[in-house]
């Protein structure tokens, strides 16, 4: 089956110019996309390649109706290698058919690795002419993540105050069980604590208690909370 794809910005003439070009080429069925700027989200391009099936044939009337960059064309036409379509670029005279096809899916494939190959030596470069400048890489010795240190007193606040631990690791954005009850023996709070003594519990008014709420809540940009 003949499949064909047009685009265009806000040119409906130059649209019907693709769509008439596609159906002599005997497209069986058209998918097109009208945008108002160039770019790699066409919803119509996606629903386009969610249908072919190997042995189909996709036919544009250029490249630059597939996507706005080369990086994005490798990637569509490896794609569609992969699910053994066909692709032909009318006015470009670019066929993936047979021989050349695999000519050319091999090119593909070849500049790609390279684009990675030289994207990894050029921060290995960087990273090197860094170093011998003494530049120094990672986090200050003896520094804390911002984000984080301020959690386990903020654990053993909530969890004093009755908050089930469920809720404290939505408040807290803590994913693990485990990293709760950590904050709790670091801080003394738990039963099982590594501290000789538990320390005594604070009990905070409802208004202090909601105040904490509130700035844990900004902290951790959850939303529906109270």
Same mark, same amino acid.
């Given at each position: 089956?003949? #499949?064909?794809? +047009?685009?265009? $910005?806000?040119?409906?003439?130059?649209?019907?110019?693709?769509?008439?070009?596609?159906?002599?080429?005997?497209?069986?069925?058209?998918?097109?996309?009208?945008?108002?700027?160039?770019?790699?989200? %066409?919803?119509?391009?996606?629903?386009?390649?969610?249908? &072919?099936?190997?042995?189909?044939?996709?036919? #544009?009337?250029?490249?630059?109706?597939?996507?706005?960059?080369?990086?994005? &064309?490798?990637?569509?036409?490896? @794609?569609?290698? *992969?699910?053994?379509? $066909?692709?032909?670029?009318?006015?470009?005279?670019?066929?993936?058919?047979?021989? $050349?096809?695999?000519?050319?899916?091999?090119?593909?494939?070849?500049?790609?690795?390279?684009?990675?190959? &030289?994207?990894?030596?050029?921060?290995?470069?960087?990273?090197?002419?860094?170093?011998?400048?003494?530049?120094?890489?990672?986090?200050?010795? *003896?520094?804390?993540? !911002?984000?984080? =240190? /301020? !959690?386990?007193?903020?654990? %053993?606040?909530?969890? @004093?105050? *009755?908050?089930?631990?469920?809720?404290?690791? $939505?408040?807290?954005?803590?994913?693990? =069980?485990?990293? #709760?009850?950590?904050?709790?023996?670091?801080?003394? +709070?738990?039963?099982?604590? +590594?501290?000789?003594? &538990?320390?005594?519990?604070?009990?905070?008014?409802? /208004?202090?208690?909601?105040?904490?709420?509130?700035? #844990?809540?900004?902290?951790?940009?959850?939303?529906?909370?109270?």
């Amino acid at each position: 089956m003949k #499949v064909g794809y +047009a685009f265009s $910005t806000e040119n409906e003439q130059k649209l019907d110019e693709q769509i008439k070009q596609l159906q002599e080429s005997g497209c069986e069925k058209i998918y097109y996309d009208l945008l108002p700027t160039i770019r790699n989200i %066409r919803p119509h391009l996606q629903k386009c390649l969610d249908n &072919v099936r190997g042995g189909d044939i996709l036919i #544009v009337c250029s490249l630059d109706s597939l996507a706005s960059t080369t990086d994005k &064309v490798l990637q569509l036409l490896d @794609e569609l290698y *992969g699910l053994e379509v $066909t692709f032909i670029s009318l006015n470009d005279n670019f066929n993936t058919k047979g021989l $050349t096809g695999q000519v050319l899916n091999h090119i593909t494939q070849a500049l790609g690795s390279l684009k990675k190959n &030289v994207f990894k030596a050029r921060c290995h470069e960087g990273r090197q002419e860094a170093l011998e400048r003494g530049v120094k890489f990672g986090r200050k010795e *003896g520094s804390v993540n !911002k984000r984080n =240190y /301020k !959690k386990p007193e903020q654990c %053993r606040l909530l969890y @004093e105050n *009755g908050l089930p631990i469920s809720r404290i690791m $939505t408040l807290l954005n803590i994913r693990s =069980y485990s990293t #709760v009850y950590r904050y709790l023996q670091q801080t003394g +709070a738990y039963p099982n604590a +590594a501290k000789e003594e &538990v320390v005594k519990p604070t009990k905070l008014s409802q /208004k202090e208690l909601q105040k904490l709420k509130k700035e #844990v809540y900004d902290y951790s940009h959850q939303l529906n909370l109270f």
